[in-house]
Every structure is written in C-alpha cells, then in structure tokens.
Nanobody, 114 residues
Framework: QVQLVESGGGLVQAGGSLRLSCAAS????????MDWYRQAPGKQRELVAA???????NYADSVKGRFTISRDNAKNLVYLQMNSLKPEDTGVYYC????????WGQGTQVTVSS
C-alpha cells in the first residue's frame, strides 16, 4: 500500500511563499511522474505541476514562473515551491502518483489572503 503524506501548507499573505513537501512510503526512483494537484472550494481538482523521473517538468499556465516542482528520489520526497502567491492559489493541495492505480495524499490546505 502506497502512502503519500503532504505537509507545508498554511495561511500566507498575497505575494508570500510556501514550500509543500510530499513524502512517499515507497521508492519513487522508478515512478514515471509525480504530480501536485489542487482543489479550490466549489471547483474541480486541477493539475498544478508534474515532474518525470528524468526531471522534465510541466506546469499549469496559472502558476508558470511562480511555482517550481522538484523531486528527491533518494529521500522519496517531492516538493512544490510556491512564490508570489495569489488569493486564487487558495485550495487543498494533493500529491499524486500512479503505480498501476492512482494514489493520493490526504491534502494540505493553502490559504492566501489578499
């Protein structure tokens, strides 16, 4: 059973920064893609950022230039550095990976005040 545990969320003012972490209970060395998703109140869950095992990254247009995803395969960790935060970044952020089936963390709340 794969477990993902997110941390690092909180309340921050607009323009501030947060760094989210996702700890996996299994080795992520061979996991092709690790993702961060978010879900704002009343909205569908959306992909924020993804990183492949080779280090290639992909970002939602709304976060390009502000967010950076990275992974530490040796520590089974995935990070999301979020800078220049905006109120519209508010939501629950989820770590995700797929090994035959989809696995999700419990989520961490990010609230950006204006």
């Amino acid at each position: 059973q794969v477990q993902l545990v997110e941390s690092g969320g909180g309340l921050v003012q607009a323009g501030g920064s947060l760094r989210l972490s996702c700890a996996a209970s299994v080795s992520i060395f061979s996991v092709r893609t690790m993702d961060w998703y978010r879900q704002a109140p009343g909205k569908q869950r959306e992909l924020v950022a993804a990183i492949t095992s080779g280090g290639s990254t992909n970002y939602a247009d709304s976060v390009k230039g502000r967010f950076t995803i990275s992974r530490d395969n040796a520590k089974n960790l995935v990070y999301l550095q979020m800078n220049s935060l905006k109120p519209e970044d508010t939501g629950v952020y989820y770590c995700h990976l797929r090994i035959t089936v989809n696995y999700w963390g419990q989520g961490t709340q990010v609230t950006v005040s204006s």
